[in-house]
């Protein structure tokens, strides 16, 4: 069978989509510097899957050693490519840092690529690129007008898939397929891996888990004066597991030659808008447990609704969200439980 170079393999979602890779036959060879994962989550992948994946310690802003990992793994056919800096708040912070380990990653395989006759390449993008779609924009295809990015970070994905369409442009004999998803939440249903957020977590269910656990005092919610149903931010949820699936299906449609372009966009969502306060709530009711909340002012940047319409994706990938909301805030709850187990002393 194939094998599928995995970057940023160690991640929340490079990890899930590993699984999923690994379970549909394929081998896969993770390359990982562990800057924001943990090594740990080989052992979770590997009693899931029952075997190993390979595993190489390489920042893909080298690219002499990437360039000896092909020559390793010379049965590598595709590249799912997750290794990126990814805090919105730092990116403002340190935006030369986001420019040069988004960008340079990328240029690196893109240039590999063709030297090691790899032919295609997934690339993970964020609906970030619509920013406030427009309101006849919403739900949110593949044909909205991409807006100016409101962080460093969400440029980088923006020029990351303009690197790619020019590369594809310029005769590279490459294909590739971008994903651009919505927020990703949940954990495998095993709960042997989920999202490991480093420090204060950012996003909403990393925080939601964590107060629920008592290890923040309360959830603060940001605004609830926007003008949607219930006043709080609303955005297309969507399970981490789903999310790694389509990867699969994206490579599968690329290898066997069925793409229509040799570049492809997807919008990776449900379909369903969520406020803040509905998650909150189904959280609390399906895991019968307490998440202490205040409203506090609006978070800087914020959008107000956004959520997807993956018809393109459901017809053209054969792909669509599977799992509840409910079964999605439950895998949550366990995989923080699971953890909460793992750090106690002995
Ligand atoms: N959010 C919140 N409290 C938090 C974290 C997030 O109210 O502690 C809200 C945030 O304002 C947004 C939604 O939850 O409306 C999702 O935020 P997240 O950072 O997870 O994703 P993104 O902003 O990238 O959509």
């Given at each position: 069978m194939a094998r599928i170079l995995v970057t940023g393999g160690t991640g929340y979602i490079g990890s899930h989509t590993t699984v999923e890779l690994m379970q549909a036959g394929y081998d896969v060879t993770i390359v990982d510097n562990l800057m924001n994962s943990n090594i740990d989550v080989l052992d979770g992948i590997a009693a899931i899957v029952g075997r190993r994946p390979d595993y190489e310690n390489i920042d893909c802003l080298d690219y002499v050693a990437l360039d000896k990992m092909f020559e390793k793994y010379a049965d590598i056919v595709g590249i799912i490519h997750f290794a990126a800096s990814k805090a919105v708040g730092e990116s403002v912070e340190k935006p030369l840092l986001y420019y040069r380990n988004n960008l340079n990653s990328l240029i690196n395989l893109l240039e590999l690529m063709p030297v090691h006759k790899v032919k295609h390449i997934v690339f993970s993008s964020s609906c970030?690129?619509?920013?406030?779609?427009?309101a006849d924009h919403?739900?949110?295809?593949?044909t909205a007008p991409i807006k100016p990015a409101l962080s460093p970070y969400g440029n980088t994905k923006q020029i990351c898939e303009e690197i790619i369409h020019d590369a594809i442009h310029a005769k590279s004999p490459i294909t590739a397929i971008i994903l651009r998803y919505f927020n990703p939440i949940g954990a495998h249903p095993s709960a042997l891996i989920g999202e490991l957020p480093n420090?204060?977590?950012?996003?909403l269910l990393p925080y939601v888990t964590q107060t629920a656990m008592g290890i923040r005092k309360e959830l603060s919610i940001?605004?609830?004066?926007?003008?949607t149903p219930d006043g709080t931010c609303v955005r297309d949820y969507i399970d981490v597991v789903d999310l790694a699936k389509a990867h699969v299906v994206a490579l599968k449609r690329m290898i066997d030659g069925k793409?229509?372009?040799k570049i492809e966009i997807f919008n990776l969502g449900t379909g369903r808008g969520l406020s803040v306060l509905e998650i909150v709530e189904t959280f609390k009711r399906v895991n019968n447990v307490d998440v202490p909340y205040k409203i506090v002012g609006r978070r800087e940047g914020d959008i107000e609704q956004v959520w997807a319409k993956p018809d393109k994706a459901n017809k053209v990938l054969g792909w669509k969200a599977e799992r509840t909301i409910e079964e999605t805030l439950r895998s949550s709850w366990q995989w923080q439980q699971h953890l909460n187990n793992m750090q106690k002393p002995d």
């Open positions: 970030t690129v619509y920013g406030q779609p427009d919403l739900p949110v295809d593949e420090g204060i977590p950012n996003n940001f605004g609830n004066d926007y003008n793409q229509d372009d």
